[in-house]
């Protein structure tokens, strides 16, 4: 395989920004630490996602009249219906976990974005996707997306969640729930990959992901244009989102 084949197939398209002011449509509790929003609005009649790796701005105003943004996942949009879902985790105490736990129908927020996206083919001979909860929402979008018959390792950090469509899959989908992020590594480190070029998509939390990148990149042999990995938060940090293709 030639090295930069990965990087070259990967289409980054723009788009421009909007902001949306939309309403709570329907509330789903996936599990005891996940929950699904389905907003509606007539803004998101244009809404445009091309990638399970795309994420939109959600702006919140909190009781004290403070502006909170934080990054989310565009899960499932439907463009008859102008509804888009997102989907939160419900961890610690958060402005946003906060708002998404006592979320109500006919609540008000504004989504903004995605600034672009980064569009991975699903043609790669196989996939490998790993995280914690803050990745589990693009993970479960980019299993249902995925043509049956694709070779798939799922590794994720986080609780089992089995609403009937959690996850679109097959018997080629090896799927490994993990209790830590050491274990995450844990059992990265101990899979065996498939022969044919592949791809890794991983986020999660900065320290972790970058374990993760050093791992995939000296003791898995793989190269830097085989794997997107992206840190979604980092302890201590209320807002954080970085890259760590680099």
């Not at 274990?183 to 101990?190: E, K, P, R, S």
Request: charged share 20%.
């Amino acid at each position: 395989m030639h090295p930069q084949s990965s990087e070259r197939r990967i289409q980054r398209i723009r788009h421009e920004l909007r902001h949306r002011e939309v309403t709570v449509a329907n509330v789903q509790h996936l599990s005891a630490d996940m929950v699904r929003i389905t907003f509606s609005g007539e803004t998101l009649a244009d809404f445009v996602s091309l990638s399970f790796d795309d994420h939109v701005k959600f702006t919140l105003t909190t009781a004290d009249g403070d502006t909170v943004r934080r990054d989310y996942t565009p899960v499932a949009f439907q463009a008859e219906a102008c509804t888009l879902a997102i989907e939160f985790a419900l961890h610690g105490h958060g402005v946003a976990s906060s708002w998404a736990r006592a979320a109500q129908p006919g609540q008000q927020a504004i989504i903004s974005g995605p600034r672009g996206s980064m569009v991975i083919p699903q043609d790669y001979a196989w996939h490998l996707l790993v995280g914690d909860s803050s990745a589990l929402p693009a993970i479960r979008r980019r299993l249902q997306e995925l043509p049956i018959g694709a070779q798939v390792v799922a590794v994720v950090h986080g609780q089992p969640s089995t609403p009937p469509d959690s996850f679109a899959c097959d018997d080629t989908l090896t799927m490994h729930w993990v209790s830590d992020a050491d274990a995450l590594l844990h059992t990265v480190a101990g899979l065996t990959l498939p022969d044919g070029e592949g791809f890794v998509w991983a986020a999660g939390e900065a320290s972790s992901m970058r374990a993760l990148r050093t791992l995939l990149l000296e003791a898995k042999q793989l190269s830097k244009h085989q794997m997107r990995v992206a840190a979604y938060w980092k302890q201590g940090s209320s807002d954080f989102h970085e890259r760590l293709d680099d």
